[in-house]
C-alpha cells in the first residue's frame, strides 16, 4: 500500500504457473484477509458531557482517505505480487468493485486518498494519519492488523497493549490536526476462517508453504493438537485486536468500529485471489465494499 490511488494493472490468473522465487521474494509483503465469529460489541461513541453535545456523524461524507495494509491496496487481486488499488474496496474505481467511494458519489465525492501500503503493521497508523489529516478529509477508513497476528511465530505477534496504544497514538494524532474528521474503523478478518477454505486447495497450500502468514497459515494440512493450538492462539489475538479496535474507536464521538462485520463475514474462495488463496480477489474486494458503506450510511 503506497501513495495516493496507484497505476492501473490488468487482471491475471494463475493458469498453471509456477511458484517460482519470485513469490519467494515478496512473503514478506503479504497480509491477511478472511473472517468467522465475533468478538464483543462495543459502543459507538464516548459519554457526552453536560452542555457538550456530541458533533453528529455525517452519513455521506465528500472526500474519503483509504488507511491500511495491502488489502486496502488490492494486492494480488489483478496480477502476481502487485498492488492494485483500483479494485480497492475503499477506493477503487473498477464498476465490479463498486467501491466505498464509488458508492458514495451520490453525495458528490470530492477527494479520494489510498495512503495504506502492503505490510503495514498497526506501528504504522500513526504515519498514514498524518498524511491523510494534510488532506483535511471528512471520513477515513481504517483496516489494519492482520499483518500484527500474521508473524514468523506466536511469540511474535504484536501485544495487544502495544496493538491497543497505537491505534490510540494514531487517533490523538488525526484529532490533534484533523478534529472535524470521522474514522470508519473495520474489524480485523479472522485468519482462522481463511486458513479453513484456503487449505483444501492444493495450489494455495504449496504457495502457504513458502512463509505466508506462518503464524496462522504454517503447515496447513496438520490439525494436530499442536497445530490447532497455534492457530487457536493467533485467531484468539484476532479477537482481542478487534476489542481494542472498538474500545479505543468508542472514546472518540466522530468513530464508527464495525462491530466485527469484516471478522463475522465468512469469506468463500471465490472472494480470495487465485493468486496467493490469501488476499481479497476484486469479488472480495467488493463483499468489503459493501460492507464498509453499510457501516458508514447507517443512521
Known amino acids: 500500500m503506497r501513495e495516493a490511488q496507484g497505476r492501473g494493472r490488468t487482471r491475471g490468473r494463475w493458469a498453471g504457473r509456477g ?14 484477509c478472511a473472517t468467522g465469529s465475533s468478538g464483543p460489541p462495543h459502543a459507538h461513541g464516548s459519554p457526552t458531557p453536560p452542555g457538550h453535545p456530541h458533533p453528529a456523524w455525517n452519513p455521506h461524507p465528500e472526500s474519503v482517505a483509504a488507511l491500511g495494509d495491502s488489502i486496502t491496496r488490492g494486492f494480488d487481486a489483478c496480477s502476481l505480487l502487485a498492488d492494485c488499488p483500483e479494485v480497492s474496496w475503499v477506493t477503487g474505481t473498477r464498476s465490479d468493485v463498486a467501491s466505498l467511494t464509488g458508492r458514495l458519489r451520490g453525495s458528490r465525492v470530492g477527494g ?10 498497526m506501528a504504522e497508523l500513526r504515519d498514514q494519519m498524518a498524511q491523510a489529516a494534510r ?5 477515513v477508513t481504517v483496516l489494519m492488523g492482520a499483518n500484527d497476528a500474521c508473524a514468523r511465530s506466536v511469540d511474535g505477534m ?3 497493549a502495544e496493538f491497543r496504544d497505537q491505534f490510540t497514538a ?19 478478518p479472522d485468519l482462522l476462517r481463511l486458513w479453513s477454505v484456503g487449505r483444501r486447495n492444493p495450489v494455495g497450500r504449496e504457495i502457504w508453504k513458502l512463509g505466508i502468514c506462518p ?10 493438537p499442536d497445530a ?3 492457530r487457536a492462539a493467533v485467531r484468539d489475538r484476532v479477537v482481542a485486536y478487534n476489542g481494542a479496535l472498538g474500545e479505543v474507536c468508542g472514546r472518540y464521538p466522530l468513530c464508527r468500529y464495525d462491530g466485527g462485520a469484516v471478522f463475522q463475514y465468512a469469506f468463500g474462495t471465490g472472494e480470495l ?4 488463496w490469501f488476499h481479497p480477489s476484486a469479488q472480495g474486494q467488493a463483499r468489503l465494499a459493501r460492507l464498509g458503506y453499510a457501516g458508514v450510511t447507517r443512521s
Open 135 to 139: 488532506q483535511r478529509p471528512q471520513l
Open 158 to 160: 504484536t501485544p495487544v
Open 19 to 32: 511458484v517460482s522465487a519470485v513469490l519467494a521474494a515478496a512473503v514478506l509483503l503479504l497480509t491477511g
Open 215 to 224: 503464524s496462522m497459515l504454517a503447515d496447513a494440512a496438520n490439525t494436530g
Open 273 to 276: 485471489s487465485t493468486w496467493d
Open 112 to 121: 479520494s486518498w489510498n495512503f495504506a501500503r502492503t505490510g503495514a503493521r
Open 228 to 230: 490447532t493450538a497455534r
Open 170 to 188: 494514531a487517533m490523538e494524532a488525526l484529532r490533534r490536526t484533523s478534529p472535524k474528521t470521522e474514522v470508519y474503523v473495520s474489524s480485523v
